[in-house]
């Protein structure tokens, strides 16, 4: 069984940075690349971030763009979201996922296009 853990989150003020951790666990797999998606209360699951490992391409939602980062490791399946200049409406609880196949840029963002989730790591904005 694949497990994808993520770790890093917390709470903290705004203006503050985090930095996300997704590492997986479980029988050896192969993805095509991994992503981030983030779930506020009351709100649907949205994508974050990505990275494909063939090219080393990396996709973000346009509200992040500038303030986050995500880098990996293809080796140990492994991905992480540097999240700097946070702010209240970044808080939500964030999932890391990763995709068997490929993809295009314009799936890449939709959550069906992941077949491996984690269970998610809160992350609290304050003002």
């Known amino acids: 069984q694949v497990q994808l853990v993520e770790s890093g989150g917390g709470l903290v003020q705004d203006g503050d940075s985090l930095r996300l951790s997704c590492t997986a666990s479980g029988r050896p797999f192969s993805t095509y690349g991994m992503g981030w998606f983030r779930q506020a209360p009351g709100k649907e699951r949205e994508f974050v971030a990505a990275?494909?490992?063939?090219?080393?391409?990396?996709y973000y939602r346009e509200p992040v763009k500038g303030r986050f980062a995500i880098s990996g490791d293809n080796a140990k399946n492994a991905v992480y979201l540097q999240m700097n200049g946070l702010k209240p409406e970044d808080t939500a609880v964030y999932y890391c996922a990763g995709r068997r196949g490929p993809s295009t840029v314009q799936a890449i963002q939709l959550k069906s296009t992941y077949d491996y989730w984690g269970q998610g790591t809160q992350v609290t904005v304050s003002s």
């Open positions: 990275i494909s490992w063939l090219d080393g391409r990396t």
